[in-house]
């Protein structure tokens, strides 16, 4: 199993910029992929950035080159990061943490951090 908790949300005016955080404890060494969800209300919930096994990332179309995903692994945790650059009345929502482990592609996520951009 894997704890997740996240940090670093709240409300920044349109254009500003916020860094979202993710400590991983546990099972860290079965940890496949990472990754930032975020759900807006009445709407599902998407995939925003992700690292993936072998350390190649990936960013849905409407936070390229605003959103920097990184990874930095210690000796007991694992940290995800999202750091979110000019920042726009859309990207108001609920963010969450999530990480697949291996074997068995097991899904774990966040309690989810609100972020509320204002215009």
């Known amino acids: 199993q894997v704890q997740l908790v996240e940090s670093g949300g709240g409300l920044v005016q349109a254009g500003g910029s916020l860094r979202l955080s993710c400590a991983a404890s546990g099972s860290i060494f079965s940890i496949n992929d990472m990754g930032w969800y975020r759900q807006a209300p009445g709407k599902q919930r998407e995939l925003v950035a992700a690292?993936?096994?072998?350390?190649?990332?990936?960013?849905a179309d409407s936070v390229k080159g605003r959103f920097t995903i990184s990874r930095l692994n210690a000796k007991n945790t694992v940290s995800l990061y999202l750091q979110m650059n000019s920042l726009k009345p859309e990207d108001t929502a609920v963010y969450y943490c999530n990480v697949v482990l291996i074997p068995g592609h097991r899904d774990y996520w966040g309690q989810g951090i609100q972020v509320t951009v204002s215009s």
């Open positions: 690292i993936i096994s072998g350390g190649s990332t990936m960013y």
